[in-house]
């Protein structure tokens, strides 16, 4: 069992910021890539940022320059630092952990989903 806790959304202005963070915990051999995404309703999850083993990063293109990705491999964990937030950055936004079990085995797990809501 591998379970990841998803915490750091919440209800802000226009120009603000918010930092989303996600632990894993469990049955884990190892953690590959990291990520977050984020789907408003009637539409696909979309990436926002991702963040490979070696550090690697790569953001969509409406959140670059504003957010930020980080992992903390000593903890499992993964945040996601939004400054100059926009409404149209309103959603729920979930992590996405690709890992190896204890059983070897390659799994993908997704947070919970925090909502995001910027005001106006």
């Known amino acids: 069992q591998v379970q990841l806790v998803e915490s750091g959304g919440g209800l802000v202005q226009a120009g603000g910021s918010l930092r989303l963070s996600c632990a894993a915990s469990g049955n884990i051999f190892s953690i590959n890539a990291m990520g977050w995404y984020r789907q408003t309703p009637g539409k696909q999850r979309e990436l926002v940022a991702h963040i490979a083993k070696g550090g690697v990063t790569n953001y969509a293109d409406s959140v670059k320059g504003r957010f930020t990705i980080a992992r903390d491999n000593a903890k499992d964990a993964v945040y996601l630092q939004m400054n100059g937030l926009k409404p149209e950055d309103t959603a729920v936004y979930y992590c996405?952990?690709?890992?190896?079990?204890?059983?070897?085995?390659?799994?993908?797990?997704w947070g919970q989903g925090t909502q995001v809501t910027v005001s106006s």
């Open positions: 996405n952990v690709q890992l190896v079990t204890l059983m070897m085995i390659p799994t993908t797990y």
